[in-house]
C-alpha cells in the first residue's frame, strides 16, 4: 500500500505546518486567531456560502428539470442536447472567467445585450463593478458551465429507474408529481446525494472563476472574495502560508461538517 | 325504429374533437389578439415576439392534445436551453476572426455586406503563433501547447495507473487497516484538494522542485476520488477470474494489467475524460509552481494576453477557441464510455 503513502504524508505535513511552518517561528494558534478575527475572511466566507447557496438550490433543481425533460427513451434530441449542455464543461474555468468577463461587458457584451433584448432592461448594467451584480454574474457563469456537467449524473440515474415501478404507480392513480416525489425521487437519491455533496465542496472550492472573471481582483467591496481566493491571496500573493493553512483546515472543517450533515440527512451512506 | 343508430347525429366522441377544437380555435385567436395588442403597445422585438409565439402555440395545442403539447414543450424548452448554452461558442467562434477594432462592434459576426479583411482576418491567430522573446529565448505557441499536451497526458497516465492500482488493491486484497484506510479515505475526499496547496508548497520549495514538472505531476500522480472510484468499479469484478488466472500462474501484475483492467473500461474511460479535463484546465498549480516561460502551460499563458501588461482579448479568444479543441475530440471518442463509467462511482457510492 506505498501508494497511500504519498496522501498520508501530505495530509500529516499539513497538519504539522498548521501549527508553524518550519522555516518560520511556531505561532501557536495565532494564524487561526487573526483568520478568525479577519473582516476579509467574513466576507469571502459569507460570499462562498452565498454561492453554495445558489449552486444547490439553483442550479442543481435545474439540472434535475432538465434530466428529467430529456429522460425520455429513443430520443434523437438526446444526443445533440447532451453535448450542448455538456460542452461548457470541456472549457477551462479560466477560459470561461474572461470569456464571460468579455460577455458582462456594459453596452457591449453579448449577455448585455441578449438581457436588454429579453427584457428591455440589462444593456448598461455594470456586472462586474458594481458589487451587488458581481455575486448573479458569477451564479450565471458557474450555472452555464456545471448545470450541464449535474445533468449527465441526473440523467444516468434517471435512466436506472424501475419503470415498472412507476408504471404501477401511474395506474394506481398517481399524478406526475406524486411519481416523481414517491417513486423516481427515492430511487435517485444516492446519485442526488453524491451530486450535492460533490457541489458542495466544489462552491467551497471556487476561485478560478472569479479571479478570472475579475482579472485577479476581488471585485468592488471584495464582492468577489471567496475563501479559497483569500487563501491564494495570503499564501501565495502575500506569501504568509501558515496563514494560508490555517485557512485552508478552517474551510475544511467547514466542508467536512456540512457534508457530513448533508449525507447523514439523506439517509444514504448507512450501507457503507 | 328509434333505436336505429342516426349516423347524422355526432356520437360522444365526435363532440369531444369538435369541443377541442373550437377551444383551441379560441386559444389561438385569443392569443393571436393578445399578439397584436401586445406589440402594438409595448412595442416588441423580434426575440420577443418569437418566444411569446412558442409560448402561445403550447397554449394552443393544449386543448387539443395533452401528449402533443406537452412534446411540444418538452422540445421547444430543450431547444432553447440548448442554443442559450452553446450561443458563447457561436461568439467565440465568431470573435476569434473578428479584426479587434470591430471585436464588439458587431454582435456575432457583421453582416454580409461588411465582410472584408479589415473587419474578419486571421490576424488573432498570426499573432498567437508569432515565437515572442522571454528570458528563455524565442517561445513560439506550440511549445506551449506541447507543454500543456505533455503536462495533461503525463498526468492522466499516471493518475489512471496509481488510482486503479490502489483501487484494486482495496477492492480485491485483505490486510489489516483495510476499513481504517477506506474510512480514511472517504474522509478524505471531503477535504478540499486547496487545503493542501500551501503544505505542498512548502514541500516542494524544500525538495527543490520549483518550477519544474514533478512539482505537478508527482503531488497528482495520485487521487483518492480515482481510488475510490476503481474500487468501486473492480469490486465488481467476480473473484473466480482473479483466481482462474492466479491457477493458470499468471503473476499478480498480470492479472491487474490483463484481466481486471480490459473489465473496468467503460470506468476508466470516464476517469480518463475527468483526469485529462482536469490537468489539461489546471491553472492554479502551474501558476503557483512553475515560473520559465517556455515550461508554462496553455491556461497560464493565454491568461497572461489579458493580464496587466496587455489587453489582447482576440488572441486571447483565439487561444481559447484552440484550447477547447483536444479536451473536445477526447470528449467525443469516449462519449460513450464516459456516460455509463461516469455514474459508476455514484450509483453503488
Known sequence: ?272 | MADVLDYNKPSAAQWVTATRLLASAVAATAGAVMLFVAWWFFSLNALQFFLLVLALAFVALLPLSRKVSVAYARYTVLILVGCVMLMPFAWLAAAAFKDKDVLNEYMFLPPITKWSSETLNNENFVELFKPKPTLQGEVSFWRYVSNSLFLASAGTFLNLFFSSLGGYALAKYRFRGRGAVMTFMLASLTIPGVVLLAPNYELIYHLGWMDSYKSLLIPGAVSVFGIFLFRQAIIGVPDDIIEAGRIDGCGEFRIYLQLVMPLVRPMSGAFCLVAFLGAWNSFLGPNIFLQSQDKLPLPVVLNMYVGQYQQQYGVFLAGTLLAILPPAVLFFALQKEFISGLTTGAVKG
Not at chain 1, 473582516?39 to 462562498?48: E, G, Q, R, S, V
Not at chain 1, 477560459?95 to 468577463?101: I, M, N, S, Y
Not at chain 1, 408504471?167 to 453524491?194: M, S, Y
Open chain 1, 1 to 272: 500500500m506505498f501508494f497511500l503513502y504519498p496522501v498520508l504524508y501530505a495530509t500529516v505535513l499539513a497538519f504539522y505546518q498548521t501549527n508553524g511552518p518550519h522555516s518560520r517561528e511556531y505561532v501557536g494558534i495565532d494564524n487561526f486567531l487573526f483568520v478568525l478575527r479577519d473582516p476579509d475572511f467574513h466576507t469571502a466566507l459569507k460570499n462562498t456560502i452565498v454561492y453554495a447557496i445558489f449552486s444547490v438550490f439553483l442550479q442543481l433543481p435545474l439540472s434535475l428539470g432538465l434530466a428529467l425533460l430529456l429522460n425520455a427513451r429513443n430520443d434523437r434530441l438526446k444526443g445533440f442536447f447532451r453535448l450542448a449542455v455538456f460542452s461548457p464543461h470541456l472549457v477551462g474555468s479560466i477560459f470561461v472567467g474572461v470569456l464571460f468577463g468579455v460577455l458582462f461587458a456594459p453596452r457591449l457584451g453579448l449577455f448585455n445585450r441578449g438581457l436588454q433584448m429579453l427584457s428591455g432592461w440589462g444593456l448598461e448594467q455594470e456586472w462586474l463593478g458594481n458589487p451587488a451584480l458581481v455575486m448573479p454574474a458569477l451564479i450565471i457563469a458557474s450555472l452555464w458551465m456545471y448545470v450541464g456537467f449535474n445533468m449527465i449524473y441526473f440523467l444516468a440515474a434517471l435512466q436506472n429507474v424501475d419503470v415498472s415501478l412507476v408504471e404501477a404507480a401511474r395506474i394506481d392513480g398517481a399524478g406526475p408529481l406524486q411519481v416523481f416525489w414517491n417513486v423516481t425521487l427515492p430511487q435517485i437519491k444516492p446519485v442526488a446525494t453524491f451530486v450535492v455533496v460533490t457541489s458542495t465542496i466544489g462552491s467551497f472550492n471556487l476561485f478560478e472563476l472569479p479571479y478570472a472573471l475579475l482579472r485577479g481582483s476581488a471585485g468592488p467591496n471584495n464582492a468577489g472574495l471567496t475563501v479559497v481566493f483569500y487563501l491564494y491571496n495570503n499564501a501565495f500573493e502575500a506569501g504568509d502560508l501558515g496563514t494560508g493553512a490555517a485557512v485552508g483546515w478552517l474551510l475544511t472543517a467547514i466542508v467536512l461538517v456540512i457534508s457530513l450533515a448533508q449525507i447523514r440527512l439523506s439517509g444514504t451512506g448507512r450501507d457503507q
